[in-house]
Every structure is written in C-alpha cells, then in structure tokens.
Nanobody, 117 residues
Framework: QVQLVESGGGLVQAGGSLRLSCAASGSIRSLNALYWYRQAPGKQRELVATITRGDTTKYADSVKGRFTVSRDNAKNTASLQMNSLKPEDTAVYYC???????????WGRGTQVTVSS
C-alpha cells in the first residue's frame, strides 16, 4: 500500500553523475528492503542495488564502486547516487520495496536515465 515515485532521471554524458530519488507516500520503516531495478529496451529487468533496514547494501557487479544506495527513514525517501555513468547504464530505473526475502510489494513507475557516448 506504500506508493513510490522516482525522480532525478535525465540525459547525461558518459562519465557524468545523476542522483535518483524515491519518495514514499508513507513510512518506509516497516519495509525491510528497498531495491533499485533497471530495464533497458529488449532486456530483462535487472536488480541494481539493495538496501535493508539495517543499512546493509548489495550491488550488481556492473555498478559496484560507481553507484551508492541509501535510505532515510525519517524523510521516507531512498536514493541512488550514480557516478561514472556509462552508456550501458541507459535504462528505466525503478524503485521497489518489500518485506525481504527478495519479495517486492511496491513498485514505482520508473524514471528514464540516458547516458550518451
């Protein structure tokens, strides 16, 4: 029942940075896990980053060292800081949340990120 809305997408050159935000309509305290997924045209949806209520994080190998996920329970927001962007990072990025165990109970509508060469 928590609604998620992403923002911060856009067009950037390779090597640039973007910060994506995910605003929740209600408290995210009860959400054990927040996720960032991405999906490029013609490709499967890919899990990019995970952050738990205990602030443990996990990243896909393709973004490790370049992306940082965080959450702010007081502000009911989550963020994805994206540095050293590459053209292969081009995709629609989705914020998602769930109780854990890999389950997703809430999805955002997505925000487009385009990285030019």
């Amino acid at each position: 029942q928590v609604q998620l809305v992403e923002s911060g997408g856009g067009l950037v050159q390779a090597g640039g940075s973007l910060r994506l935000s995910c605003a929740a309509s209600g408290s995210i305290r009860s959400l054990n896990a927040l996720y960032w997924y991405r999906q490029a045209p013609g490709k499967q949806r890919e899990l990019v980053a995970t952050i738990t209520r205990g602030d443990t994080t996990k990243y896909a190998d393709s973004v490790k060292g370049r992306f940082t996920v965080s959450r702010d329970n007081a502000k009911n927001t989550a963020s994805l800081q994206m540095n050293s962007l590459k053209p292969e990072d081009t995709a629609v990025y989705y914020c998602a949340a769930g109780p854990g165990l890999g389950l997703v109970s809430s999805w955002g509508r997505g925000t487009q990120v385009t990285v030019s060469s």
